[in-house]
């Protein structure tokens, strides 16, 4: 057996022995580390695939079920709020009873779910079952990473992480692409029906593969209290986060949920000094390299999902793409992501993680910048180099944080790490979307009026205005049946011309966003802790 350390959780930062107990050395395919991870990929690529590609389908199943706009932005809403309330709970779940029952659990119930979503005839059933689809997804994250952190060695670890994070990256960016496939050749259930194979791949190859792995001082009772604190007010942050654009960022039931939730953090860390064995132990972030990379990976998350969310508006609404091609188009980020990965693991493990965090946001940052210098007439080949270096940048930020953040956790807290990773990402990617839809209402609010008056079109009343500024927002022109078509062709333009001065301005802000990310990557260093993960295997 090698020498393995880990860090006390008393925060003193002295070096002990490991509480994982001696296991036998994995032999065939029991425990194989690569194994291992091509295991835990595969269904890791489900919950991140559904993050993406089920936007594609909203439309057909809005048409299909005849719902409401609201209802079915509860489709995403009711995914992401569910997942970013469990993660930690989850990741506490997975350290409790063992990392491998928490993923194959994860697997079926996200599969099932998938099935029962394809197979409902009401927005209500498809809602609710999205809503299990992130409870599932839930267990099945954190426990992907303590899987991979109990398996592989330190020197092996960043290369581990860097495949699971090509392919969480991939799937995210390629969701578009084969959703729009399926929907547009198959049907919207076929985008939720083909999670059933797939998780039925995972379901054999974990439970033919996976090796439970359990330090000896794993927590050994819950903490219903800070479990019920913790999910109150992450509840009330993403709530607050996701009913902003339409409540209003001034409004007082925006700020009641916001004051919630900063309350119940309050209430939490407090309880959390009292507990015999708290969920989240305080001491934990004691770690400056493992808080840096949580705050880290939340800006992260801000800069990529907000200025995301607006490239698709872009590239169907403006240049007018059907979702399939929009998708390809995207293929440079998705490209770099997958090439760029691996290569990040490769360079973390060589040079500490410091240099490439710092150096990805930096191309992040740069990526934004180019963003914002988006007109409605750009071509593909200068879209293609800023998609490209945002891919580029953001594949050692997802390795390296991630890194940052499960290594330098004791082994019996990797399942509370995993769970906080995920959950900054979640949260950041809802502050992203959220905050930066703030700056492009703002801005087209601005600008509209103007820009209406200076094109020489018919004055609008207040709520035709407002009804105007709704459709440019997401880059639609509000051209009305009928209106004659040089009267159309100037409303196109104005109402182009005004998206992309909002979503201009959107990319600056997420740009600043990613320099300030890299202030915060220079206080990161490789995780200390990493040593006590790994058994012995076939590396």
Known sequence: MTSQTTIDTAGSGDVTPTALPEQPPASGLRGHPWFTLITVAVGVMMVALDGTIVA?????????????????????NGYFLALAVSLITAGKLGDRFGHRQTFLIGVVGFAAASGAIGLS?????????????????????????????????AEKLNMAIGIWGMVIGASTAGGPI????????????????????VGLIALVLGVLILRDHRAENAPRSF?????????????????ALIKAPSWGWGAGLTWTFI???VLGFALFAFWETRVKEPLIPLTLFRSVPLSAGVVLMVLMAIAFMGGLFFVTFYLQNVHGMDPVDAGLHLLPLTGMM??????????????????PLAGGMAATAIAMYGMSTLKADTGSGVMSIWFALLGLGLAPVMVGATEVIVGNAAMELSGVAGGLQQAAMQIGGSLGTAVLGAVMASKVDSDLPGNWADAGLPKLTDAQLAQASEAVQVGVAPVAEGTPA???????GVAHDTFISGMSLASLVAAGVATVAILVALFTKRGENAESGAGVGHI
């Open 56 to 76: 594609i389908a909203n439309p057909a199943i809005q048409k299909d079920l005849g719902a409401t706009f609201a209802q079915v932005q509860w489709i995403t």
């Open 121 to 153: 005839d009401s927005i209500g059933l498809v809602v609710t079952f999205r809503v299990f689809q992130g409870l599932f997804g839930a267990l099945l994250m954190p426990a992907a990473l303590g899987l991979l952190r109990a398996t592989f060695p």
């Open 178 to 197: 084969l959703g729009g496939v399926l929907v547009q050749h198959v049907s919207w259930q076929s985008v939720f029906f083909i999670n059933v194979p």
């Open 223 to 239: 903490d219903l209290l800070g479990i019920a604190l913790l999910s109150g007010a992450m509840f009330c942050l993403v709530w």
């Open 259 to 261: 004051a919630a939730s």
């Open 338 to 355: 997958i090439v760029g990965s691996p290569l990040a693991g490769a360079a973390i493990t060589k040079l500490g993680p410091r240099i």
């Open 486 to 492: 040089e009267i159309a062709a100037k409303i196109s």
